[in-house]
């Protein structure tokens, strides 16, 4: 076993810059610890751990940012990130929340990844990776803190992210000029990318429009081991066995990983025939070890008439876009900000 | 936090060929390790990294990435079930915190989670302590009804005043929220929780390292959760170094002595008055008492307000009164002596 994880290792640090490499092995390893085999979280010392930042509403690089309490009942904050004008700093609370004045504003709801149990919206990276999406699509984006597994199981998350999806829509000051709706997309990555699917169905099943969907590295599963899975478990900081605990940590009690939640087209999936779903940008990591599944999302909303672009990022690992330090990261970035049009 | 740059390069020599694995990871380093100067910011530090919140010098990327696989190598010859349980025995260090001495970094432990990088709970501590004063005076923070916001710690490299107290700093953080997250005091609560999660499970050297951020995140506090934490604390660290409060004086004799005092002493009568006043109130309503007395003493509190219950217009209510008392020598139960005038007339 110490022989292969020496493989593993080399092969690891020659696909990725060594600060991501430093990075992400240091995610793994800690998570490593916090994870219980008997499906509990060690939640205490996972908050200890992590990198949090405060908002910030003194603009930072042309982004402010600030903190909202959107659901008093489940103490579901969101973090609001803005573009700064070119007037005064916003020394007022009521300067917070004035009406954005373009035509059109794109309100980007970013769910951060973690696997459904790690990470805040007030985590380093996620605040670093919000910020960069203010001024890459000119848009507001809106960063849930939804409740995470195991202690918050399916249908949590989803349920934060609709209560978070509804309280956007109706904010007046959200509105663009234009047409005064509120131009909304979903993005996230890792379980937040599956957040997005589901968020999206209830969405517009409830006549509420999202007008695209982004998904960077989704968490999907199956009961299967499929054979990417098989090939690159282990390999680049990823194991079966840690894909298994988050699904068992997230799902409801005895149910396996074709449940809905977790395996959208899968046996016991619907199908989005003939359903009105907004246009999709699912980015794949090439050494990611579920792609299998990530890719049977991309066919299944293909087969069902829906727009999709698949990125696929060949030797990309997860985390990629954390750091904008390879050529992956430039890529994606520029197609998100096509993706997020304007004029919309 | 800033590692040592001679410490490492001391014990981590590559050229050394001591290990076999040393040569493939250098190699692998020399092919994608290297850091491109625009990465580094003046003090050397990879910025890319410095902005998520780990602060690691890019000369000493390789030896990090070096400890972390020994780390990982130690983690996997653990139990094949994970290897969670390695967070009950692992000691966090802050490095800025240890002595420097070298004989601590050659230290042996399995355990040894110091090749992490970061910055740890807090920026490290300035070398100006006027410089916080002013800063608070430039954060300004909005607060409505406190909710559980999000468990935090500031990790931000902060910015440096200079030591003029008051004066304005060129980049200051206006931390406005419209509901007041309570950012570091939800974190004192966790580390709180956790530490004494660790006493309880006879972890003291984890909740040892914890009781220290405890301190420092207390600092942090104002008013009463500072008092609060402060106790809490207090009593973390008599639990984790057995120091249990040794009575100098035979208990009876101190209760007699505390009785005399508050007979001839006001202030205690007063507080009682104005409690038992504030119970009547806000319990106007009720028709069940339960009083539960911690340090019950002779419970001079409550006859009084048993009295003014007993003339309470629609009748006395049912009054119930749990004595919890520290344990005595001689396994004499204190509280069962304690008997109260007039306790007849209440017939609950």
Redesign the interface.
């Known amino acids: 076993?110490?022989r292969s994880?020496?493989v593993n290792?080399?092969e690891c640090?020659?696909?990725?810059?060594?600060?991501t490499?430093?990075?992400i092995?240091?995610f793994?390893?800690?998570y490593?610890?916090?994870?219980?085999?008997d499906g509990t979280f060690?939640?205490?010392?996972a908050?200890?751990l992590?990198?949090?930042?405060?908002?910030?509403?003194?603009p930072v690089d042309g982004v402010f940012s600030?903190?909202?309490?959107i659901d008093?009942g489940t103490?579901l904050?969101s973090r609001i990130y803005r573009p700064a004008t070119a007037e005064e700093?916003?020394l007022n609370?009521a300067g917070?929340e004035k009406p954005v004045t373009a035509e059109v504003v794109p309100v980007i709801i970013f769910f951060h990844g973690g696997s459904f149990a790690h990470s805040?919206?007030?985590s380093?990276?996620y605040d670093?990776l919000c910020r960069r999406l203010v001024g890459l699509c000119k848009a507001v984006v809106v960063s849930v803190?939804y409740r995470r597994a195991p202690e918050n199981r399916y249908p949590c998350a989803y349920d934060d992210g609709w209560t978070a999806l509804k309280w956007v829509n109706s904010r007046p000051w959200l509105q663009s000029q234009k047409d005064s709706k509120v131009h909304i997309y979903l993005a996230g990555d890792s379980s937040g990318g599956n957040i997005v699917h589901h968020v999206a169905l209830i969405a517009m099943e409830s006549g509420i429009d999202v007008l695209g969907n982004i998904l960077l590295n989704p968490m999907f599963g199956g009961q299967e081991r499929t054979e990417s899975e098989q090939r690159l478990d282990g390999k680049y900081f990823v194991t079966l066995?840690d894909r298994d605990w988050y699904w068992r940590a997230y799902l409801p009690e005895g149910e396996d990983r074709d449940h809905h939640a977790c395996n959208p087209f899968g046996p016991n999936g619907r199908s989005l025939e003939g359903i009105k779903f907004p246009k999709s940008l699912v980015v794949v990591a090439g050494l990611d070890l579920i792609q299998d599944w990530q890719l049977a999302y991309v066919d299944g909303l293909k087969k069902a008439g829906q727009e999709v672009k698949l990125l696929y990022m060949e030797q990309a690992t997860i985390g990629f876009y954390?750091?904008?330090?390879n050529n992956h990261f430039h890529t994606v970035m520029d197609e998100i900000s096509k993706f997020v049009v304007s004029d919309c | 936090m800033k590692r040592d740059h001679r410490e490492i390069s001391g014990t981590t020599d590559y050229s050394s060929g001591s290990c076999s694995r040393a040569d493939s990871s250098s190699i692998g380093n020399s092919i994608k390790g290297k850091v491109r100067e625009e990465d580094q910011d003046a003090d050397g530090m990879d910025e890319l990294l410095a902005v998520l919140g780990y602060k690691v010098r890019s000369s000493d990327m390789a030896d990090v990435a070096q400890k972390l696989e020994m780390l990982e190598m130690v983690m996997g010859t653990a139990q094949e079930d994970g290897i969670y349980h390695l967070s009950s025995d692992t000691v966090h260090y802050i490095p800025s915190d240890l002595p420097e001495s070298n004989s601590v970094f050659n230290d042996d432990s399995e355990y040894d989670l110091r090749a992490i990088p970061g910055v740890a709970a807090y920026p490290p501590p300035k070398s100006d302590p006027d410089s916080e004063s002013s800063q608070k005076l430039v954060k300004t923070s909005m607060s409505s009804s406190g909710s559980d916001g999000y468990g935090s710690s500031s990790s931000f490299p902060s910015p440096q005043a200079n030591g003029i107290p008051g004066a304005v700093t060129e980049f200051s953080t206006l931390s406005v929220v419209l509901v007041d997250s309570q950012e570091s005091g939800v974190r004192l609560v966790h580390t709180l929780m956790a530490c004494a999660e660790a006493a309880q499970q006879d972890n003291l050297k984890l909740a040892d390292a914890l009781v220290k951020h405890i301190g420092l995140l207390t600092a942090s506090q104002t008013g009463s959760m500072r008092k609060v934490a402060t106790y809490f604390a207090e009593a973390l660290v008599r639990r984790i170094y057995r120091i249990f409060p040794q009575d100098s004086l035979d208990p009876s004799c101190t209760d007699i002595l505390q009785m005399h005092f508050n007979e001839t002493c006001p202030y205690l009568k007063f507080a009682h008055f104005t409690t038992n006043q504030a119970i009547l109130e806000a319990f106007a309503t009720a028709n069940r008492f339960h009083v539960i007395g911690f340090r019950l003493k002779q419970g001079m509190q409550w006859p009084a307000l048993m009295q003014a219950l007993a003339l309470s217009p629609g009748g006395p209510p049912a009054f119930r009164l749990t004595g919890i008392g520290p344990p005595q020598p001689g396994n004499t139960d204190a509280l069962h002596q304690v008997r109260w005038n007039g306790n007849n007339r209440h017939r609950v």
Do not use: C, G, Y
Request: avoid cysteine; charged fraction near 20%.
């Open positions: 076993m110490a994880n020496e290792l080399n640090k020659m696909v990725v810059p060594l600060n490499w430093v990075l092995s240091n793994k390893l800690a490593n610890l916090l994870r219980r085999p060690n939640r205490h010392l908050e200890f992590d990198r949090k930042v405060p908002a910030n509403a003194n600030f903190d909202v309490l008093r103490s904050l700093p916003q609370v917070l805040s919206a007030n380093a990276i670093t803190n066995r954390l750091l904008p330090n």
